[in-house]
T-cell receptor, first 110, second 113 residues
Framework: DAKTTQPPSMDCAEGRAANLPCNHS???????VYWYRQIHSQGPQYIIH???NNETNEMASLIITEDRKSSTLILPHATLRDTAVYYC???????????FGTGTLLAVQP | NAGVTQTPKFRVLKTGQSMTLLCAQD?????MYWYRQDPGMGLRLIHY???????AKGEVPDGYNVSRLKKQNFLLGLESAAPSQTSVYFC????????????FGAGSRLTVL
């Protein structure tokens, strides 16, 4: 499974878009990009995933670069409740393992 | 409500004691996972299972054993607890067709004195 690199922390003003980057330069062709978040000490929560195309759901948008070596999770209108650790994970193949890194702590400021 | 249930939620052990954490899911998921999370750290995979009767090692398997005797249950055992195993333990599950969208339990906080 490819490794990912994320900034350890980011700030965002409430109501503004939060753009969380992730580098996965060793990603291979059949590997998906997943995003999860963890609020306080709760269990992580799935947000979105994608392979090549950009994806959008009710929570967020996922933008994957054409070479697939990086991606950005976009929370269009961040609220205080979006303060959490966001994990970018790359997974593929037959192992079915999801390896979490240390993630990005997003602090939404009032 | 459908989901992943972990028991117990909290436990304090003395060094050398043994215990078992139970994870139960009612979503008929094939895959189940045990992670641990130390303060200020990300999740690390301990063991996982891709089906009843099968288990495999993750990133940090030492000091733990697991069993998947029933599809809906995944047990994590500590035979001789050590202070280094003080952590929050999360169980997760997903289906074969679930594109690896994991459903997590609420966590089990274990303290080893």
């Amino acid at each position: 499974d490819a490794k990912t690199t994320q900034p350890p922390s980011m700030d965002c003003a409430e109501g503004r878009a939060a753009n969380l980057p992730c580098n996965h330069s060793t990603i291979s062709g059949n590997e998906y990009v997943y995003w999860y978040r963890q609020i306080h000490s709760q269990g992580p929560q799935y947000i979105i995933h994608g392979l090549k195309n950009n994806e959008t759901n009710e929570m967020a948008s996922l933008i994957i670069t054409e070479d697939r070596k990086s991606s950005t999770l976009i929370l269009p209108h961040a609220t205080l409740r979006d303060t959490a650790v966001y994990y970018c994970i790359v997974r593929g193949g037959a192992t079915n393992k999801l390896i979490f890194g240390t993630g990005t702590l997003l602090a939404v400021q009032p | 409500n459908a989901g992943v249930t972990q028991t117990p939620k909290f436990r304090v052990l003395k060094t050398g004691q043994s215990m078992t954490l139970l994870c139960a899911q009612d979503m008929n998921h094939e895959y189940m996972y045990w992670y641990r999370q130390d303060p200020g750290m990300g999740l690390r995979l301990i063991h996982y299972s891709v089906g009843e009767g099968t288990t495999a090692k993750g990133e940090v398997p030492d000091g733990y054993n697991v069993s998947r005797l029933k599809k809906q249950n995944f047990l994590l055992g500590l035979e001789s607890a050590a202070p280094s195993q003080t952590s929050v333990y999360f169980c997760a599950s997903t289906s074969v067709s679930g594109a690896n969208v994991l459903t997590f339990g609420a966590g089990s906080r274990l303290t080893v004195l």
